[in-house]
């Protein structure tokens, strides 16, 4: 998902009510880090979903460079 950033990657999967959706960054050692997971309403994610993500993916990056 280069909208979200540099390795980072999507599941969706969907049943008769809704899609689900979880945005997750590439695994680095033992651990996959979930940026964010909802529910889709619509075909277009909602760019709020979307900034919970850059926001998160930064947060990651922030700890895992020790800053």
Not at 5 to 15: I, M, P, T
Not at 47 to 52: G, H, K, N, Q, S
Not at 53 to 61: F, H, I, N, T, Y
Request: charged letters at 40%; one cysteine or more; a positive charge.
């Amino acid at each position: 998902m280069t909208s979200v950033g540099k390795g980072v990657w999507e599941l969706k999967d969907g049943d008769e009510r809704t899609w689900y959706r979880l945005i997750y960054l590439t695994k680095i050692g033992d651990t996959l880090h979930v940026l964010h997971c909802f529910e889709k309403h619509s075909r277009k994610t909602d760019r709020r979903d979307l900034e919970v993500a850059r926001e998160r993916l930064k947060e990651v990056r922030r700890k895992l460079l020790g800053g």
